[in-house]
């Protein structure tokens, strides 16, 4: 008996860790089929056009998702382009260049901005943010880059910039501790053997820190894309809440999260709520295809001797 007793205990370990990992899968499982099955309403009296439909309209129960769809792709994608120089040049200076004494303390700091809660932001975003875009930089904007429909006026403030700049900044202490952190995994011999050849620090960095560690900073992006893409306190509060859609950065709009918050809780009819099931079915799709893409293209810059060593 007492032989066999670390063979049940494996066993025991192994049932247990199955048992955890389908029950999660359960759970996903269980939330797809309550997003599909109370969304069949809305699909099945609008169909594909409920995805390409620009028309929101409660009171004439005409229901369609392109203006949030749109919306949330923009201020992600913007928040993007506006966090990801920040937060990668933040990231090298601390892993690379920073002295101790400032890389802790600054480290720290910028950690600290990941805690802090997304209504804050969204205050802030609010009442200093969109005025001073409304006052300074939109004007810049309609004045000399007008004549583009992404920055045509007038200016409100609030719309999909604010939305975008307050994401940027709800984003950048992701991408940028974990591109530090894959930065410091880095061997010191792949360093010293670049300094050996008579590189400089920023060619040690160009040409051997950053390829050594692109998947870890891919996945550092799409981390921080995929909490732009389900914020939605913040997005709120900036977005301006328009249900209809414009190309340019300047106007007021919505995103798929901020409408359900919006409307969920005066959401009366069947049709009008599962609308907006609808668009958190459609968000959850979007989130899962981007996590696919960000997979794929973590696999594809580690090369594939790292997939074959996890396989």
Known sequence: MAKRLPLIRDRLFAGLAFFFAFLMLLLIGGMVYFLVDASVPAWRTFGPSFVTGQRWDAIRQVFGALPFIYGTLASSLLALILALPLGIGAAIFLAELAPPWVRVPLSYLIELLAAVPSVVYGLWGLLVLAPALRSTVEPWLEQYLGFLP??????????????????????????????????????DSQREAMLALGATRWETTYKVVLPYGRSGIIGAVVLGLGRALGETMAVTMVIGNSLSMSASLLHPANSMASIIVNEFAEAVSELHLSALIGIALILFVITLLLNAVARGLVRGAAGPSAGARRE
């Open 150 to 187: 992404l920055f045509r006026g007038p200016a409100f403030g609030v719309g999909v910039l604010a939305a975008g700049a307050v994401l940027a900044i709800m984003i950048l202490p992701t991408i940028c501790s974990v591109s530090r952190e894959v930065m410091l995994a880095v061997p």
